[in-house]
């Protein structure tokens, strides 16, 4: 099937599933639930394929792990489905209405988007996620997987598809891509006629890539530069707690804090403890020659630090001179993600909720936060650090769209 | 200055009015609606020159027409402007608050977009309202206007830009390109670091150009290919009513009808009544064979004409079946825009209302209503036809984003 074909099938499933009740979507999502499990035999041994690739390839461990499935993980899988198929369906809310003076009643509801692209790398589970909280939307979707999971991937597909074959007859909700080559990515890339948005999922060359790319709408999502603001008024031992949350708790996420500002007032005793606590974790700390002025064993740092995303158990760190100084550096070098601010000042509390230009920003809180079930949406199909559309934790809301819906009784326009 | 110059100047701007109160903002657009008034002459001077080369160019006298700015025009937009200071302000409203489990106050709040890009062609009065709209909603804007109207737009800019100064100090709320070259439109289209969001205003051409070849994320505006559906059950006289309105009240305009589909079964009585009164209007009619049969004075339409969007005195016409078929041909056609249908029938207009994929879909009324001040908000900065971000006419709430503002006392992630 080429691309074309598929963006046409995608489009007519996508006007079915617009009328789909919340019932029917639920009865589907908990049948493809099932028909994971039924299928775990058959999707281990796809996956198996793909760990034996891996291995000739000589993928680093980190990355097998994420790319190997078990029983456990395919379970994990289900559950999470059953999970989206108990939540809120937001389709058909009214978000806006009013009557005019000439009797037009006027609603803004919420629709789903209509075809969603989605382009991931090596997690098979992301093939499960992602169409679960698409078809509960009322999306269709394309799928367009790395190579490493191919097998993995089209085995998940073929068992999710069994149950919407059997709930829903024959509908293109979910169709995934055979051919992971460039080629037809960049084809995916520019279907503007068929996809209404475009999402990538995976590290930051894929999103510049797609960014850089497409034709289609993007929701770009993901990169955390994220800031620790320890303020005059800190209290230190809430201070040291929050940043060994954020920066340890888990180093490879987008919401694990990055880069640390201490106000100069409060360094000399906040830094110490810090910096100790850090060390006990095996965090490395590079730092301006102000934070080594206090601590010899910080490393220096570049510029090129200020807006690094590591990733890892390192961590920037500087010393400001003031509230404004710590906004404005945040501003300058943070990807728009989540920043907090640790403080017992009402001025400074209010003036960096205000101020700091990301998509969540947090009083007295650690960054991990940052996440849908966190915020309470029950799921996420990832952070945008845009602000178009969705900013922070998409939820089922974000993957959705709205249209005006106007009754009259014979109304023209004067 | 360099474009680049200039984005950092509009991010810094932003940072700034982000945190200005309704009150500042206000009394900034009534200075510069004073401005423009007390700027007349100036204005005047600088919009003859542009006449001056338009009509060196033999310019067509529609698009002189658009140009062409006098005294009235000027006032009009002077009383624009203070109409934007009368609405209300969205920014700071809540949008979704939730307190969580373990203590954390999550709020989403309503935040400018940051910098607004807008690239607009021969109406010289877009650079006054579009900055009336971009800045009462917290906004710093780049303009880039076409190089007929250059002189009219800068003078305009001029203008404004004493005003912000008067009340806001030095802060670049808006700039204007000077330079009106493809080149320096491609290097605005690529500023992802300092560009929020990007808006075309213009005919179709302007628009896939910026669809094409933007990076910053696009919110597309304008085109309709908008349908007037008469169904069986249609009142005809309202039906006749309504398709006079959509297509002939105004012929230039996006929300314009510019297809007519007719149910077979009321077609023999409703059809020749519709093409009698179009016919009054001056206005060609293209058909399919089957409608030609019932008024053999109707022009043969070829597969094209079902996806023109004529701007003109024309409109097609095509004899359908049932509703489906209606649907189909809509969803398959349309620009996405605006679609009625007129009926008596209650399941009709409900598959009508939840089966077209169009930003406003509308019963027994003319599509002529799809404006931003006909749907209440006051202004609009353009009709959107995509499906991210906004949907329709798009006001001030469409020009802001949202942050998360979360407060804690010490919460960290088990």
Redesign the interface.
């Known amino acids: 099937m080429t691309m074309e074909e598929m963006g046409i099938r995608a489009k007519k499933a ?2 079915k599933l ?2 789909f009740s919340s019932a029917v979507k639920d009865r589907c999502l908990l049948a493809a639930a099932d028909q994971l499990i039924t299928s775990t035999q058959e999707i281990l041994e796809a996956n198996a394929l793909d760990l034996k690739s891996a291995q000739e390839k000589q993928m680093p461990a980190s990355l097998v792990d994420r790319l190997r499935l078990t029983g456990q993980r395919i379970e994990q899988m289900a559950l999470g489905m059953r999970q989206v198929a108990a939540l809120h369906d937001p389709v058909g809310e009214t978000v806006y209405s ?1 009557v ?1 003076p000439n009797g ?1 009643q ?1 609603r ?1 509801v919420r629709v789903p ?2 075809v969603i692209g989605i382009i991931y790398e090596s997690r098979p589970n992301v093939t499960a996620d992602a169409f679960a909280l698409c078809f509960k939307s009322g999306n269709a979707v394309i799928l367009r997987g790395g190579s490493d999971a191919i097998h993995s991937n089209l085995a998940i597909a073929k068992a999710l598809n069994r149950a919407v074959a059997e709930v829903c007859g024959d509908i293109a909700a979910l169709q995934i891509l055979e051919d992971t080559s460039r080629e037809l990515a960049g084809q995916m890339m520019r279907m ?1 006629r068929y996809l ?2 475009l999402i990538p999922r995976g590290g930051a060359g894929l999103i510049r890539s797609v ?2 790319n497409s ?1 289609v ?3 770009e999502t993901g990169t955390g530069n994220c800031h620790v603001f320890v303020d005059a008024s800190a ?1 230190i031992d ?1 201070a040291v ?2 940043i ?3 920066k340890t ?1 888990r180093t490879g996420v987008c919401n694990a804090c990055e880069s640390l500002l201490i106000h100069r007032s409060i360094a000399d005793r906040a830094l110490p403890a810090i910096a100790r606590a850090l060390g006990e974790k095996g965090c490395q700390l590079r730092g301006d020659q102000d934070s080594r002025n206090i601590d010899a064993s910080i490393v220096p740092a570049t510029e090129d630090d200020w807006g690094r995303e590591y990733l890892d158990l390192i961590a920037s760190v500087k010393i400001v001179d003031s509230l404004d100084q710590a906004i404005d550096h945040i ?1 300058t070098y943070s990807t728009g993600h989540s920043e907090t601010i640790v403080t017992n000042d009402y001025n400074s ?1 209010r003036r960096f ?3 700091i ?10 960054t ?3 996440d849908g079930f ?3 949406f029950g799921a996420e199909i990832g952070i945008s650090t ?4 969705a ?2 934790p998409m939820g089922l809301r974000e993957l959705t ?13 004067p």
């Open positions: 996508s006007h617009a009328s009013t005019r037009l006027i803004q988007l209509g503007n209404d948005v960014v850089e034709t709408p993007v929701i209290d809430m707690n929050i060994i949350n954020a708790q501003n509390a909720l205000d101020e230009d990301s998509a969540a920003v947090y009083v007295n809180a650690s991990r936060f940052t966190e915020f309470g845009q602000k178009l559309h900013r922070g769209t709205t249209k005006y819906v106007i009754c009259g009784n014979g109304q023209v326009r």
